[in-house]
């Protein structure tokens, strides 16, 4: 399985903080018994990221991970967290990404915790990589002070669909909407 | 929407059974927490029975068992071996038949009819357990 989530709408005015640049998490046997390593994403990651993301989208866009890789610590108006899973053993081999950001007072929220993007090398599913990146990225915005992390589904996307729901992640208080413009 | 007691009652019998899977319990055990008929419960588990989620087990100790996988079955997969896809959701009478203003109201319809099997068809079984058991701590928290 896993996963790919939507963009998070909108703007923010979350104040700039740095990124993290090590590793956030240390190496950790997952649910299915893989040893894990989940660090700060490094330039040399995006191939691997454009690769996964593609692999799951049928889409390549090497420009939007890199920048969104740049953006990290460079906005005042949204913190983005960007970190990669790796074996514990092997650092430089990238088997899934999550990107967050911290965006506040957007239709009215309090600062929380977006999660952007989450994807599994397809290789590497069924190990507990997704439930670690989403830990840890969880672990990064609670370090920030946010007490609540949201994301976006696709209504027909079931699998992800159910990853975030056996994560205990429930329906939130506001429905998206939207309009054809013609 | 309503949901039908048997319904409520499979969901119930099934989280009870995947809450200890090496333990088999009987129609008696479940009806009484529940406060239901066995009969009535006994329809139930034999329609979760032929669905291939619970098997009975014969003989001393015996009962029902789960033998479904418990991260993959939803709750629209057990809700609609009792309910039929159309009482779902809310439903409008014929009236108005194919005038713009019905197929307005059925748009709205439509939606809500939609959210529902979404939000049906993503929780796994094992998401409600994990859910009951956070309810349970709270509750015993509070």
Same mark, same amino acid.
């Given at each position: 399985?896993?996963?790919?989530?939507?963009?998070?709408?909108?703007?923010?005015?979350?104040?700039?903080?740095?990124?993290?640049?090590?590793?956030?998490?240390?190496?950790?046997?997952?649910?299915?018994?893989?040893?894990?390593?989940?660090?700060?994403?490094?330039?040399?990651?995006?191939?691997?990221?454009?690769?996964?993301?593609?692999?799951?989208?049928?889409?390549?866009?090497?420009?939007?991970?890199?920048?969104? *890789?740049?953006?990290?610590?460079?906005?005042?108006?949204?913190?983005?967290?960007?970190?990669?899973?790796?074996?514990?053993?092997?650092?430089?081999?990238?088997?899934?990404?999550?990107?967050?950001?911290?965006?506040?007072?957007?239709?009215?929220?309090?600062?929380?915790?977006?999660? *952007?993007?989450?994807?599994?090398?397809?290789?590497?599913?069924?190990?507990?990589?997704?439930?670690?990146?989403?830990?840890?990225?969880?672990?990064?915005?609670?370090?920030?002070?946010?007490?609540?992390?949201?994301?976006?589904?696709?209504?027909?996307?079931?699998?992800?669909?159910?990853?975030?729901?056996?994560?205990?992640?429930?329906?939130?208080? *506001?429905?998206?909407?939207?309009?054809?413009?013609? | 929407?309503?949901?039908?007691?048997?319904?409520?009652?499979?969901?119930?019998? &099934?989280?009870?059974?995947?809450?200890?899977?090496?333990?088999?319990?009987? &129609?008696?055990?479940?009806?009484?927490?529940?406060?239901?008929?066995?009969?009535?419960?006994?329809?139930?588990?034999?329609?979760?029975?032929?669905?291939?989620? &619970?098997?009975?087990?014969?003989?001393?100790?015996?009962?029902?068992?789960?033998?479904?996988?418990?991260?993959?079955?939803?709750?629209?997969?057990?809700?609609?071996?009792?309910?039929?896809?159309?009482?779902?959701?809310?439903?409008?009478?014929?009236?108005?038949?194919?005038?713009?203003?019905?197929?307005?109201?059925?748009?709205?319809?439509?939606?809500?009819?939609?959210?529902?099997?979404?939000?049906?068809?993503?929780?796994?079984?094992?998401?409600?357990?994990?859910?009951?058991?956070?309810?349970?701590?709270?509750?015993?928290?509070?």
């Amino acid at each position: 399985m896993k996963d790919r989530v939507k963009r998070a709408p909108a703007q923010a005015r979350e104040r700039a903080r740095p990124s993290p640049k090590e590793a956030v998490a240390e190496p950790q046997a997952s649910e299915a018994g893989t040893r894990l390593s989940v660090r700060a994403a490094r330039p040399a990651d995006i191939e691997a990221v454009t690769a996964i993301d593609a692999a799951a989208t049928g889409l390549p866009k090497p420009a939007h991970w890199l920048e969104l *890789y740049q953006r990290q610590g460079a906005s005042v108006a949204a913190r983005v967290i960007f970190l990669v899973a790796t074996p514990a053993e092997q650092s430089d081999r990238v088997l899934g990404f999550i990107v967050g950001e911290i965006r506040a007072w957007e239709f009215g929220s309090a600062p929380c915790g977006w999660v *952007y993007a989450l994807s599994v090398d397809p290789g590497a599913r069924l190990r507990g990589v997704a439930e670690t990146l989403l830990a840890a990225i969880a672990a990064e915005f609670r370090k920030a002070g946010m007490t609540k992390m949201r994301t976006m589904v696709a209504r027909d996307d079931r699998l992800p669909m159910m990853f975030f729901r056996s994560e205990g992640m429930m329906a939130g208080p *506001y429905i998206q909407l939207e309009k054809d413009l013609e | 929407m309503k949901l039908q007691v048997a319904s409520q009652l499979a969901i119930y019998s &099934v989280l009870e059974l995947i809450a200890e899977p090496n333990r088999q319990l009987t &129609v008696a055990d479940i009806a009484e927490k529940y406060a239901v008929s066995t009969n009535h419960l006994a329809k139930v588990m034999n329609v979760l029975g032929r669905a291939g989620i &619970v098997r009975s087990v014969r003989g001393v100790g015996g009962g029902f068992q789960f033998c479904g996988n418990a991260r993959r079955t939803t709750l629209l997969d057990i809700i609609e071996l009792f309910e039929p896809r159309a009482s779902l959701a809310l439903q409008a009478s014929d009236l108005g038949g194919r005038t713009a203003e019905a197929g307005a109201l059925g748009i709205v319809l439509q939606e809500i009819d939609d959210t529902i099997r979404t939000t049906l068809g993503c929780i796994t079984l094992a998401t409600l357990r994990d859910l009951a058991v956070r309810e349970r701590s709270k509750s015993r928290a509070a």
